[in-house]
Structure formats: C-alpha cells, structure tokens
C-alpha cells in the first residue's frame, strides 16, 4: 500500500513553475506584493516590478501568499495565464508565460 509521509502534506503545493519574483512575506494586505524580481523570468517579462500586488493570477483571486502559492501550482512551464497587479492606484492586467 502507498502511504503519505509528512513531508508530501496538502498544505504546501508543488510548483513546476515560478513567476521569479520575490514575495513580501511581511505585507499583511490583500494579495502577494512583489518585494522584487529576477532577470529573465516571466515576471520581468510580462512588466511586474518590485511593489507590484499580485491579486489575480489565471481564474484565481489572490488574497495572501497561500493563495498565490495554489494558484501557481496548477500551471506548467510553457503555460501562458493573465495576471493582475496593483501598481499604486492603478490596475494592471497583463500576460505571463512560464
């Protein structure tokens, strides 16, 4: 029989991408701001920045980093999604490709 060991929990998804960016774990606000990014990945690509909030990506809303960590899991290298960020009191809607 095939049994779960600890380290395989539900609680934490698997990514086989990343938006190369990275989160702002002290931000207590609505969404996953972006406390910077790295070059040649899909989030200097599709334009985000650091301060960037994150609160759509694909069909998911986002609402703090463990929503953005499941919306992430469900993509693969090659996918291309929507992503919304706050910039500011502007709205940006745009595409990324991982």
């Known amino acids: 029989a095939f049994r ?3 380290n395989e929990s539900e609680e934490t998804p698997r ?3 990343g938006l190369g960016v990275v989160p702002d774990y002290l931000f207590d606000g609505e969404g996953m701001r972006i406390d910077g990014t790295r070059e040649d990945t899909p989030a200097v690509n599709a334009g985000l920045q650091k301060g ?3 609160i759509k ?3 998911s809303t986002i609402v703090d980093m463990m929503s953005y960590m499941r919306a992430l899991s469900v993509f693969n290298e ?3 999604t929507s992503i919304s ?3 500011g009191d502007s709205l940006i809607s745009t595409k990324v490709k991982f």
């Open 57 to 59: 990506l694909g069909d």
């Open 15 to 17: 990514f086989k991408v």
């Open 52 to 54: 960037d909030i994150v």
């Open 78 to 80: 090659g996918d291309e």
């Open 4 to 6: 779960k060991t600890k």
């Open 85 to 87: 960020v706050k910039r």
